[in-house]
Nanobody, 121 residues
């Protein structure tokens, strides 16, 4: 069971990127999914979370610019990032609360490997 984050890269200020986080393996169910970011020497920061019924929550620094979504059939979450600025430069991590193998299993939090977003001219 793993989460695979992708979509990071280099973008100019004011530009946009779309990150994806795909879950794979023997997954029975996925509860909450989310995105976090962590710059060197700083604490991990909430970017956005989304529930299975698509209720969302955003960190203050990205409200109005970023949008989280999910495709439950594809077991994938997305982070659409618009109006990017240099302060958004860092590694972005996705996570998810996964129930593996069967409905009798406990939910466990899994993390993706991180994808680097660089906003620079």
């Amino acid at each position: 069971v793993q989460l695979q984050a992708s979509g990071g890269g280099l973008v100019q200020p004011g530009g946009y990127l779309r990150l994806s986080c795909a879950a794979s393996g023997s997954i029975y169910s996925i509860a909450g999914m989310g995105w976090y970011r962590q710059a060197p020497g700083k604490e991990r920061e909430l970017v956005a979370t989304i529930t299975p019924d698509h209720r969302t929550n955003y960190g203050d620094s990205v409200k109005g610019r970023f949008t989280i979504s999910r495709d439950n059939a594809k077991q994938t979450s997305y982070l659409q990032m618009n109006s990017l600025n240099p302060e958004d430069t860092t590694v972005y991590y996705c996570n998810g609360d996964l129930q593996v193998y069967s409905r009798f299993s406990n939910f466990k939090q899994y993390w993706g490997q991180g994808t680097l977003v660089t906003v620079s001219s």
